[in-house]
Protein backbone atom coordinates (compact mmCIF):
# COMPACT_ATOMS: atom_id res chain seq x y z
CA UNK A 1 0.00 0.00 0.00
CA UNK A 2 1.40 3.48 -0.79
CA UNK A 3 1.50 5.98 2.18
CA UNK A 4 -0.74 8.89 2.50
CA UNK A 5 1.19 11.80 1.45
CA UNK A 6 -0.19 15.10 -0.86
CA UNK A 7 2.04 17.79 -2.02
CA UNK A 8 2.94 19.86 -5.21
CA UNK A 9 4.12 18.64 -8.21
CA UNK A 10 6.49 20.21 -10.58
CA UNK A 11 5.93 18.57 -14.09
CA UNK A 12 9.38 18.57 -16.13
CA UNK A 13 7.07 18.63 -19.33
CA UNK A 14 5.07 21.44 -18.30
CA UNK A 15 3.52 22.83 -21.40
CA UNK A 16 1.65 18.75 -21.72
CA UNK A 17 -0.12 19.94 -18.65
CA UNK A 18 -3.71 21.92 -18.88
CA UNK A 19 -5.18 22.92 -16.25
CA UNK A 20 -4.66 25.14 -12.95
CA UNK A 21 -1.43 25.15 -10.75
CA UNK A 22 -0.06 24.28 -9.04
CA UNK A 23 -0.57 20.75 -10.01
CA UNK A 24 -1.48 18.84 -6.26
CA UNK A 25 -1.27 15.35 -5.83
CA UNK A 26 -3.26 14.00 -2.74
CA UNK A 27 -1.83 10.07 -2.84
CA UNK A 28 1.33 8.45 -3.34
CA UNK A 29 -0.61 6.90 -6.45
CA UNK A 30 -1.53 10.14 -7.67
CA UNK A 31 2.16 11.44 -7.37
CA UNK A 32 3.34 8.19 -9.30
CA UNK A 33 0.53 8.93 -12.00
CA UNK A 34 1.71 12.56 -12.60
CA UNK A 35 5.13 11.36 -12.95
CA UNK A 36 3.70 8.88 -15.44
CA UNK A 37 1.88 11.41 -17.19
CA UNK A 38 5.14 14.04 -17.57
CA UNK A 39 7.61 11.15 -18.35
CA UNK A 40 5.70 9.53 -20.77
CA UNK A 41 5.68 10.03 -24.80
CA UNK A 42 2.14 9.01 -25.49
CA UNK A 43 0.93 11.08 -23.22
CA UNK A 44 -0.30 14.49 -25.30
CA UNK A 45 -1.87 16.63 -22.55
CA UNK A 46 -2.97 15.91 -18.88
CA UNK A 47 -4.83 17.79 -16.21
CA UNK A 48 -5.47 16.90 -12.82
CA UNK A 49 -8.96 17.73 -11.35
CA UNK A 50 -10.01 19.85 -14.50
CA UNK A 51 -13.49 17.99 -14.61
CA UNK A 52 -16.25 18.73 -12.79
CA UNK A 53 -19.11 15.84 -13.32
CA UNK A 54 -22.13 16.09 -11.64
CA UNK A 55 -23.81 12.86 -9.66
CA UNK A 56 -26.56 12.37 -7.41
CA UNK A 57 -25.54 10.86 -4.16
CA UNK A 58 -26.99 7.69 -2.78
CA UNK A 59 -26.84 9.07 0.46
CA UNK A 60 -28.74 12.20 0.44
CA UNK A 61 -30.16 11.72 -3.18
CA UNK A 62 -28.97 15.50 -3.86
CA UNK A 63 -26.80 16.16 -6.36
CA UNK A 64 -22.94 16.72 -5.79
CA UNK A 65 -19.80 17.97 -8.07
CA UNK A 66 -17.37 15.11 -8.56
CA UNK A 67 -13.82 16.46 -9.78
CA UNK A 68 -12.21 13.82 -11.02
CA UNK A 69 -8.46 13.16 -10.87
CA UNK A 70 -7.42 13.54 -14.09
CA UNK A 71 -7.97 14.09 -18.38
CA UNK A 72 -5.67 12.49 -20.34
CA UNK A 73 -5.04 12.64 -24.12
CA UNK A 74 -2.88 9.54 -25.24
CA UNK A 75 -1.36 8.98 -28.59
CA UNK A 76 -2.40 5.26 -29.24
CA UNK A 77 -2.15 2.69 -32.08
CA UNK A 78 -6.08 3.56 -32.80
CA UNK A 79 -5.20 7.68 -32.52
CA UNK A 80 -5.78 10.18 -29.88
CA UNK A 81 -7.79 9.12 -27.41
CA UNK A 82 -9.25 11.32 -24.18
CA UNK A 83 -9.85 9.56 -20.81
CA UNK A 84 -10.84 10.58 -17.99
CA UNK A 85 -9.26 8.85 -14.94
CA UNK A 86 -9.60 8.06 -11.56
CA UNK A 87 -6.41 6.74 -9.59
CA UNK A 88 -7.49 4.72 -6.36
CA UNK A 89 -6.06 2.42 -4.60
CA UNK A 90 -6.89 -1.79 -6.15
CA UNK A 91 -8.87 -2.35 -2.28
CA UNK A 92 -11.20 0.59 -2.65
CA UNK A 93 -12.33 -0.30 -6.37
CA UNK A 94 -13.86 -3.53 -5.01
CA UNK A 95 -17.02 -3.93 -2.78
CA UNK A 96 -16.29 -3.44 0.67
CA UNK A 97 -16.09 -7.07 3.02
CA UNK A 98 -16.99 -8.03 6.49
CA UNK A 99 -13.77 -10.27 7.17
CA UNK A 100 -14.08 -10.76 10.68
CA UNK A 101 -11.63 -8.87 12.33
CA UNK A 102 -13.13 -4.91 11.33
CA UNK A 103 -15.17 -2.53 13.69
CA UNK A 104 -18.96 -1.92 12.62
CA UNK A 105 -17.45 1.90 12.21
CA UNK A 106 -15.09 0.82 10.04
CA UNK A 107 -17.46 -1.32 8.15
CA UNK A 108 -19.83 1.25 7.78
CA UNK A 109 -17.43 3.93 6.41
CA UNK A 110 -16.26 1.74 4.24
CA UNK A 111 -19.80 1.45 2.98
CA UNK A 112 -20.80 4.43 2.45
CA UNK A 113 -17.52 5.02 0.13
CA UNK A 114 -18.29 2.40 -1.88
CA UNK A 115 -21.94 3.72 -2.23
CA UNK A 116 -20.53 7.33 -3.39
CA UNK A 117 -17.56 6.38 -5.80
CA UNK A 118 -19.43 3.68 -7.61
CA UNK A 119 -22.46 6.76 -8.45
CA UNK A 120 -19.43 8.93 -8.88
CA UNK A 121 -18.53 6.70 -11.27
CA UNK A 122 -21.00 5.66 -13.23
CA UNK A 123 -21.90 9.43 -13.60
CA UNK A 124 -17.58 9.86 -14.67
CA UNK A 125 -18.76 7.01 -17.64
CA UNK A 126 -21.91 8.17 -18.77
CA UNK A 127 -19.95 11.27 -18.97
CA UNK A 128 -17.37 10.18 -20.74
CA UNK A 129 -19.37 8.17 -23.36
CA UNK A 130 -21.38 11.27 -24.45
CA UNK A 131 -18.13 13.04 -25.31
CA UNK A 132 -16.50 10.46 -27.11
CA UNK A 133 -14.23 9.63 -23.94
CA UNK A 134 -13.20 6.46 -22.03
CA UNK A 135 -13.71 6.35 -18.41
CA UNK A 136 -11.14 4.22 -16.33
CA UNK A 137 -9.44 3.25 -13.22
CA UNK A 138 -6.07 3.07 -12.46
CA UNK A 139 -4.58 1.33 -9.68
CA UNK A 140 -1.38 0.59 -8.38
CA UNK A 141 -1.30 -2.53 -10.25
CA UNK A 142 -1.26 -0.51 -13.37
CA UNK A 143 1.34 1.40 -12.11
CA UNK A 144 3.81 -0.81 -11.33
Known amino acids: MYPYKQGIFKPEAPQKYVGSLPIV ?8 FDRWCDRN ?8 ESTIVPYTSPLDGRTHRYYVD ?3 VLKT ?3 IVKYIVE ?19 TILYEQIQWA ?3 CKW ?17 T ?5
Open 87 to 105: VKPSGQTQPPTNNGNKKKS
Open 70 to 72: YVL
Open 25 to 32: YRSGLELK
Open 41 to 48: GKVLQWGS
Open 116 to 118: KNT
Open 77 to 79: DKG
Open 140 to 144: EKDLN
Open 122 to 138: AAAREYANKKGWNFIII
